[in-house]
T-cell receptor, first 116, second 109 residues
Framework: DAMVIQNPRYQVTQFGKPVTLSCSQT?????MYWYQQKSSQAPKLLFH???????NEADTPDNFQSRRPNTSFCFLDIRSPGLGDAAMYLC???????????????FGPGTRLTVT | GQQVMQIPQYQHVQEGEDFTTYCNSS?????IQWYKQRPGGHPVFLIQ?????EVKKQKRLTFQFGEAKKNSSLHITATQTTDVGTYFC?????????FGAGTQVVVTP
């Protein structure tokens, strides 16, 4: 089945130790997103890629970076995790957002990040 | 960006009862999407509304978009334990979703 896959599902890292979360999709969608979701809060968009074009949200800390080496894969790098970065990180895709029927976002299962 | 206020924050429902969650904005919305997130799960797309006064139904779920396109509602009839979760409304602006705070629904048998 076509899907959005995130690895690992659970990640523990130490304060200040760089960590990378990965996302892959078999949907062949143009757009990939990274969201941060803290407990009992709504998902918050960090950035997205439209094909190879990277779009950063204005309030996304510089500590967060992303790479999309090809259509299928997207990575979230946290250069120096702080305790406040502990959260669920959700990857999502959409086919496009310029066509009326291509707006739906498909979310992966998420990676829960713990910072010790 | 367009922001939405979602109420109530929590909803305790007895199985078999109906409930409604609301999404309100001070500005006219171009569209509204609804997502459901089960406990421990990820958001799952339910529906998108784009037209003034639009009403869409999915089995026991009824979605409405206000005439002025400033509010939306999700009404669930005959609540079941499978309806447990958090329901988010979200506004899509060129692919970027601005989520409401969500309504967390707890169903008691």
């Amino acid at each position: 089945d076509a899907m959005v896959i995130q690895n690992p599902r659970y990640q523990v890292t130490q304060f200040g130790k760089p960590v990378t979360l990965s996302c892959s999709q078999t949907l062949n969608h143009n757009v990939m997103y990274w969201y941060q979701q803290k407990s009992s809060q709504a998902p918050k968009l960090l950035f997205h890629y439209y094909d190879k074009d990277f779009n950063n949200e204005a309030d996304t800390p510089d500590n967060f970076q992303s790479r999309r080496p090809n259509t299928s894969f997207c990575f979230l790098d946290i250069r120096s995790p702080g305790l406040g970065d502990a959260a669920m990180y959700l990857c999502a895709t959409s086919r496009d957002f310029s066509a009326p029927l291509d707006y739906e976002q498909y979310f992966g299962p998420g990676t829960r990040l713990t910072v010790t | 960006g367009q922001q939405v206020m979602q109420i109530p924050q929590y909803q305790h429902v007895q199985e078999g009862e109906d409930f409604t969650t609301y999404c309100n904005s001070s500005t006219t919305l171009s569209n509204i999407q609804w997502y459901k997130q089960r406990p421990g799960g990820h958001p799952v797309f339910l529906i998108q509304l784009v037209k003034s006064g639009e009403v869409k139904k999915q089995k026991r779920l009824t979605f409405q978009f206000g005439e002025a396109k400033k509010n939306s509602s999700l009404h669930i009839t005959a609540t079941q334990t499978t309806d447990v979760g958090t329901y988010f409304c979200a506004v899509d602006s060129w692919g970027k979703l601005q989520f409401g705070a969500g309504t967390q629904v707890v169903v008691t048998p």
